[in-house]
DNA sequence: CAGTATCCTTTGTGATACTG
DNA sequence: CAGTATCACAAAGGATACTG
């Protein structure tokens, strides 16, 4: 995905098109409120109002705006219970699991490094 | 990393240290280019300008932010030859290597997924 | 409660020019 | 070649007010 390396054969176009909606898909996704938000929702259901208060520090802005690219994506499943006042859940998809286990490890490798970073930051003050 | 619910007690001070380290750290990591250069650095050792190609978009100004972060949190090492004219090379120390683990498993995902996400998206429009 | 719309500030980003 | 600095602009983000 980082690298692009084609010919200009015609097999390539559909290679060519993987490609470029990855990269976009990965855009999208590679960023620190949705993966916020996926790694919450791990966990399981939850409501807006929840989500909200577990994601530390995201703003109800952020919030409705990923959440609905994470519905765009089909990473996460919105539902509306018509009550008064409305009740809204949210919950991961199939692929929103598959990418919620990545994030995991990206969370795991933060708490194993982040002594070790630590120490770089202040070697790298100096 | 995203809920974070302590008591008052003092053994708490050093997991809120940790946590809102572990958070910071996620947060200049959880973007785009940086985990696009790590992808292309997991490869092996790139000069700045190889790099520059390789990334595909990234422009001169987000490299050079971006790799002087991942050099301060000790991710990426920086090696200058000073010759004329000059030669730079960037490689992934381990802490790097053990984040590209994780970011090659989003890559993965990204292209396990993308005929899900397509679909999605269509769905999504109406 | 959940969501949209608006305004306004901050940050990200690209283009360009310049230095060792 | 690699890097810094500057400027101009676009996008991200936060706060607030308003609606069903």
Same mark, same amino acid.
């Given at each position: 995905?980082?690298?692009?390396?084609?010919?200009?054969?015609?097999?390539?176009?559909?290679?060519?098109?993987?490609?470029?909606?990855?990269?976009?898909?990965?855009?999208?996704?590679?960023?620190?409120?949705?993966?916020?938000?996926?790694?919450? *929702?791990?966990?399981?259901?939850? &409501?807006?109002?929840?989500? #909200?208060?577990?994601?530390?520090?995201?703003?109800?802005?952020? *919030?409705?705006?990923? *959440? #609905?690219?994470?519905?765009?994506?089909?990473?996460?499943?919105?539902?509306?219970?018509?009550?008064?006042?409305?009740?809204?859940?949210?919950?991961?998809?199939?692929?929103?699991?598959?990418? &919620?286990?990545?994030?995991?490890?990206?969370?795991?490798?933060?708490?194993?490094?982040?002594?070790?970073?630590?120490?770089? #930051?202040? #070697?790298?003050?100096?």
């Amino acid at each position: 995905m980082v690298t692009k390396q084609f010919s200009g054969s015609a097999e390539d176009a559909d290679l060519r098109r993987a490609d470029s909606l990855a990269r976009e898909i990965f855009s999208d996704v590679a960023n620190k409120w949705a993966l916020l938000i996926i790694e919450a *929702l791990g966990e399981g259901t939850l &409501r807006f109002s929840e989500l #909200r208060s577990r994601v530390e520090g995201i703003s109800h802005k952020m *919030l409705t705006q990923n *959440l #609905r690219m994470l519905e765009r994506n089909g990473l996460a499943e919105r539902t509306v219970y018509p009550t008064v006042p409305p009740r809204v859940e949210y919950t991961l998809t199939e692929a929103g699991h598959g990418l &919620r286990a990545t994030v995991d490890g990206m969370c795991d490798w933060t708490y194993r490094y982040f002594r070790h970073i630590e120490t770089a #930051r202040r #070697r790298f003050e100096a």
